[in-house]
């Protein structure tokens, strides 16, 4: 459809980190289309980090993912008809609401359930939402041609200037040595390598004159994992868990020769920086959730669905089994359960997919 240009654009994108990275192409996408509008995005408290600093942004509006009730209420009256346009990347019940509230024109997804139908009433324009064929950047791209905006693929990663300050802090300077990142704690259990491998890749790593960090968020599991794992690793490794903004983290990784990290966020912006990435990926879907690779075409899936594969700057691992990816949160299918694919994921592949990606295989 052919828009006038909106004065003020919401990209609803209440979800978790990696949603609201892979949302950024849209919001591009809708800024590059008109530059002089205001373009806000409304995510939950705690991942704002992933955006606070994106340069297509006016502002970021945050809300608790369990709000009181009252508070819950005076947030959804000021957010009441504040928009020329609301767009939401997501199907559920809320995100949409959000959208109608906020848009006096909006879009957004749709399932095919007895559930969803209903919803379709509150937008003005809808997509059937595709969960298991359509990667998320392209399916967030279909509200860009729904309003008539070009297309823009690039998934944004960005930091302050005081960001680069801190990574520079941490990194202590530069010693010479090229430098390797290993992202080894991902928020649930499902998608946790095993800690035996991290250390072989570490010692493979130092053994070839490559200066170590581990980076991890603050919260307070995480970042005892990984100050355990740290006491194991080579002399010299950095430990920026807890230390650093996610902001931070992100230009930390852009000085890396190489990067190594499971299906998590950080995974996504190095990706998305052109950073050399392995990504170990077992039960999760790579067609809908592989790391976007850094010049990836807007209108086209990277990734198949099973089998290791590489894409651009990009090597996706799979773990072994028939049943890879069976899109279940662990063997025993809650997230604090482990996956067998990636405990058994030997290190000698990782190995051998940092030694393709650095050019010396």
């Keep these: 459809m052919h828009m006038n240009a909106p004065g003020s654009v919401l990209v609803v994108a209440t979800q978790r980190i990696g949603d609201v990275l892979l949302a950024t192409p849209l919001i591009r996408s809708v800024k590059r289309a008109w530059p002089q ?4 995005a409304l995510v939950f408290e705690g991942t704002e980090g992933a955006i606070a ?21 005076r947030f959804l009256w000021r957010l009441l008809r504040r928009y020329d346009v609301a767009l939401s990347v997501l199907a559920g019940m809320r995100p949409t609401l959000y959208a109608f509230l906020a848009g006096r024109w909006r879009a957004g997804f749709h399932l095919p359930t007895r559930k969803g139908p209903w919803k379709r009433h509150l937008l003005n324009q809808w997509i059937l939402f595709d969960n298991w064929n359509t990667h998320t950047v392209p399916m967030n791209l279909a509200l860009a041609d729904v309003i008539g905006a070009p297309r823009n693929g690039e998934v944004v990663a960005s930091w302050s200037a005081r960001d680069e300050e801190l990574a520079s802090q941490v990194l202590g300077g530069d010693k010479g040595k090229p430098l390797a990142v290993l992202h080894t704690f991902p928020k649930y259990n499902y998608k946790m390598w095993h800690r035996d491998g991290w250390i072989e890749v ?7 004159g490559f200066r170590l960090a581990l980076t991890g968020s603050g919260d307070a599991e995480e970042v005892a994992y990984v100050a355990d794992l740290a006491r194991t ?12 903004t996610l902001g931070a983290s992100s230009c930390l990784v852009s000085r890396a020769r190489i990067y190594v990290g499971p299906d998590t966020a950080m995974t996504h912006i190095a990706a998305a920086l052109g950073t050399p990435t392995v990504a170990l990926y077992g039960p999760t879907n790579p067609v809908k959730w592989g790391p976007w690779p850094r010049g990836q075409a807007p209108d086209a899936n990277p990734w198949r669905r099973c089998g290791s594969q590489r894409v651009g700057n990009v090597v996706l691992l799979q773990g072994p089994g028939a049943c890879v990816p069976c899109a279940l949160s662990g063997c025993d299918r809650h997230i604090g359960s482990y996956s067998d694919c990636l405990q058994q994921l030997p290190a000698a592949r990782v190995i051998a997919a940092v030694e393709q990606l650095l050019g010396t295989a």
């Design 53 to 73: 600093a994106n340069p297509d942004l006016r502002r970021v509006l945050a809300i608790p993912l369990r709000p009181g009730r009252l508070a819950h209420l």
């Design 233 to 244: 690793m080579p002399a010299g490794t950095i430990n920026a868990a807890g230390r650093l």
């Design 202 to 208: 570490a010692r493979w790593l130092s053994g070839r």
């Design 37 to 40: 509008a205001a373009v806000d």
